[in-house]
C-alpha cells in the first residue's frame, strides 16, 4: 500500500523517534567513560561524519539528490540551530547525572510544548484547541517528574538542566524547520561537524577526558543512529508536517526510551513517575491526532474545490 504525503511523514516522524529513544539511556551508561561536554561533542560529530560519508558516496555515484542547498538567506537560522545543539545535548547529559534515565526520555516531552510555544509565538504557526489541552497534559506531567519534595516543591536539579534542553531543541526545531526545504543532507551534515566541534573543544578546554578509546567508537556509533539517521529523517517530516506537528508524533521518543532505560537499569521508579506516565500519554495522544487548522483562504480555496 501506497502511503500518501501526510502519512509518509508521520511514518518519517516515528522512524526518528524510535531511534533517538536509544539516547537517554546509552548514553547514561556512556557517561561513566566520558564526561558530559566532551559526550555531547562526539554525540553530534559522529552524526556529522556519518552524514559525510553517505554525501561522498552520492558524489562517487555521481547521483544528483535533486534537493536545494543552503544559501546566505539561511544562514541566520543555520547558525543559530548550530548554537543551540552545542548547548541543548549538554544541558541533557548534565540533567542525565542528576536524575533517573527514566524520568530524563519522558521529561524530552517537553520539547513538544516548547516547539509548539515557539512555533506559535515566534513562527506564527497556527494551533488548535486539541494541541493546547496536549500541551497542558505535557506540561502538568513534567511538573510532577520534575517536583523532588512536594512538600516543599522543590524542583529536581537533574530535571530543570533537562527541561533547559527541551526548551534548547524546541527553539532549534523551528529554526530547523525555516531551512527544511533545503537538502536534509546538508543539515545533518552542519549540525554535526559544526556543534560536534563546537562542543569538543569547550569540553577539551575545561579539562575534561576520555577514559578510553572504545567509549569514544561506541558514542561515534550511537551518534550516527541516534542524532544522524533520527535528525535525517526528523528534517523530512518537518517539510511534510510542520515544526509543531512533527514534534508531536516524535513524542513517542520519550515513551520507548523510558521503557528501554526501566528495562536496561531495573529502576524501580517512585510513585508520581506512573502518575506522570498516564498525563503524559494522554497528553501525546491529543498532541499527535491534533488536525491542522487551516487558514480562512485556504477553507475557502478547499470549498471552491
Not at 548554537?83 to 517537553?110: E, H, K, R
Not at 529523517?233 to 512533527?246: E, K, S
Request: glycine fraction near 8%; charge should be positive; include cysteine.
Amino acid at each position: 500500500m501506497k502511503l500518501d504525503s501526510k502519512n509518509f511523514g508521520i511514518f518519517l516522524a516515528i522512524l526518528a523517534a524510535a531511534l533517538y529513544a536509544i539516547n537517554a539511556p546509552f548514553s547514561k551508561m556512556l557517561l561513566h567513560y566520558i564526561p558530559s561536554t566532551l559526550m555531547a561533542g562526539f554525540l553530534y560529530l559522529g552524526a556529522g561524519l556519518g552524514m559525510l560519508f553517505i554525501a561522498g558516496v552520492r558524489k562517487i555515484k555521481q547521483k544528483p539528490s535533486g534537493e536545494s542547498k543552503l544559501t546566505a538567506k539561511e544562514l541566520p537560522f543555520a547558525l543559530a540551530m548550530i548554537l543551540l545543539d552545542i548547548a541543548a545535548p549538554i544541558c541533557l547529559l548534565v540533567g542525565l547525572q542528576y536524575t533517573t534515565a527514566a524520568n530524563a526520555s519522558l521529561l524530552n516531552n517537553f520539547e513538544i510544548v516548547a516547539t509548539a510555544l515557539i512555533a506559535l509565538s515566534v513562527f506564527r504557526e497556527k494551533i488548535s484547541f486539541r494541541l493546547w489541552l496536549g500541551i497542558g497534559f505535557v506540561t502538568c506531567s513534567c511538573v510532577v517528574l520534575s517536583v523532588e519534595d512536594a512538600s516543599g516543591f522543590q524542583f529536581s536539579f537533574g530535571s530543570l538542566f533537562i527541561l533547559l534542553a527541551c526548551i534548547c531543541w524546541g527553539i532549534e526545531n523551528n529554526c530547523t524547520r525555516k531551512i527544511s526545504s533545503k537538502d536534509p543532507l546538508q543539515i545533518v551534515l552542519l549540525k554535526g561537524i559544526f556543534s560536534g566541534t563546537g562542543s569538543l573543544v569547550i569540553g577539551l578546554a575545561a579539562g575534561e577526558r576520555a577514559a578510553n578509546w572504545w567509549s569514544i567508537l561506541l558514542t561515534l556509533g550511537l551518534s550516527l543512529v541516534a542524532y544522524g539517521l533520527s535528525i535525517f529523517f526528523y528534517v523530512y517530516a518537518q517539510r511534510i508536517l510542520g515544526a509543531a506537528r512533527t514534534s508531536a508524533y516524535y513524542a513517542i521518543s520519550p515513551f520507548i526510551g523510558s521503557a528501554l532505560s526501566l528495562l536496561l537499569f531495573w529502576e524501580m521508579p517512585r510513585g508520581q513517575y506512573f502518575f506522570a506516565l498516564g498525563l503524559m500519554i494522554l497528553g501525546a495522544w491529543l498532541a499527535s491526532s491534533d488536525k491542522p487548522l487551516l487558514s480562512k483562504k485556504h477553507r475557502a480555496r478547499t470549498t471552491r474545490a
